[in-house]
């Protein structure tokens, strides 16, 4: 036992007692006492058996102490990898969702998780700034073209050979690419007519009427298309643009050109073709005829036989949708009218099989 007292200079006195069945002093550190004598006598013939026991319970302890450190160190390594895996993440350029900015000195919300938040806003703006391209020579295409456009991309196993340049440089320029089966990519492209491949790129925007004249040749056929939006119409009528050396396209809409349907049915020809857009579809029109371009219609029941009809150089040919064909304001703006003789047995053709008719002639008067 031990107990204090203090002295007339107040300084506290501390007591050591000899334990009472020992003989033996206190221990001054802990103020616990000896071992009894018949305690040492127990403990001397216990010795050799405790001994043992003690080894081998330190070698299951040795045991446990290193299960515990390959355990600890597994955690480690593993902690290691994620943050890798996160700091990797945040480097990423092409990933598609944000993260909140992070202040220092700011309380942590109550029930945050730490996982990254989804920016709804950044979401919008990129699928508005953003489009899907599918099918093996509309991507080949594109890649030759403006490879830079590219964000992402799936490949089925069977195509990577003749994606081999495309792969290579994805990798070294940090684009991530995917190897998929048939049913991912079809869930990927939204489509299963995917060729095999899809891309999603960075659309184009439209160029302004004032650039295209900056630039345009002393023979030039620009083609107009007033509301014909349907993709694979406007895909035929790319392919016969590219085919006949016509460039620019005159549209409401400058992201129509842009669709998977449409690039896939172009078949490469959509890379060849530049949209153009005005403040409005009449005022592109007269902003060509300021500039000395003919505007050319067409009609399926007057105007001029193609056969009959001398193209200029430079020209708008105007073309309409199926069932309602051009407006009266369009129609009306034209200098030529164009009719493409025929059985008369269809009350018309297809809009892109009159483009690619037209466009061939043309070709064959000015190339």
């Not at 659309?203 to 349907?230: H, I, T, Y």
């Not at 643009?241 to 842009?258: T, W």
């Not at 003919?294 to 105007?303: D, K, L, P």
């Not at 036989?305 to 200029?312: G, T, V």
Request: a positive charge.
């Amino acid at each position: 036992m031990n107990d204090e007292l203090k002295g007339k200079s107040g300084k506290v006195k501390v007591m050591y007692v000899r334990d009472e069945e020992t003989g033996q002093k206190a221990n001054p550190r802990t103020g616990k006492g000896g071992r009894p004598a018949a305690r040492q006598e127990e403990s001397r013939r216990s010795g050799g058996s405790r001994s043992a026991r003690n080894n081998e319970e330190s070698g299951r302890g040795r045991s446990a102490r290193d299960e515990a450190d390959r355990s600890r160190g597994s955690r480690n390594n593993e902690g290691r990898e994620r943050r890798q895996d996160d700091r990797e993440f945040s480097d990423n350029p092409w990933r598609t969702v944000s993260r909140p900015p992070v202040v220092n000195d700011a309380p942590a919300e109550e029930g945050t998780t730490g996982k990254p938040v989804i920016d709804p806003e950044q979401i919008r703006r990129q699928r508005q700034e953003e489009t899907r391209v599918y099918g093996e020579n509309a991507c080949q295409a594109l890649f030759l073209s403006r490879p830079e456009s590219i964000v992402r991309a799936w490949f089925v196993q069977s195509v990577t050979p003749r994606f081999r340049e495309t792969l290579r440089w994805l990798a070294a320029n940090r684009k991530a690419y995917h190897v998929v089966d048939d049913a991912e990519l079809t869930k990927a492209s939204g489509t299963e007519h995917h060729g095999g491949v899809c891309f999603i790129i960075k659309k184009r925007m439209g160029m302004p009427v004032s650039a295209w004249l900056k630039q345009a040749k002393a023979k030039d056929c620009v083609l107009a298309l007033e509301d014909v939006s349907n993709p694979h119409n406007l895909g035929g009528i790319m392919r016969s643009c590219a085919h006949f050396g016509v460039k620019g396209l005159l549209v409401n809409d400058a992201s129509l050109l842009e669709s998977g349907a449409a690039v896939r049915t172009a078949e490469g020809g959509a890379e060849h073709v530049q949209a153009i857009s005005g403040e409005s579809f009449a005022d592109g029109l007269e902003a060509f005829r300021k500039a000395g371009y003919t505007i050319v219609t067409t009609s399926s029941h007057a105007g001029t036989p193609l056969a009959q009809a001398e193209l200029p150089a430079k020209m708008v040919l105007v073309l309409g949708q199926e069932r309602e064909g051009l407006s009266d304001s369009a129609f009306q703006q034209g200098d030529i009218s164009l009719s493409i003789g025929g059985t008369g047995h269809v009350e018309s053709l297809n809009v892109s099989v009159a483009t690619g008719i037209l466009l061939a002639e043309w070709w064959r008067q000015n190339a």
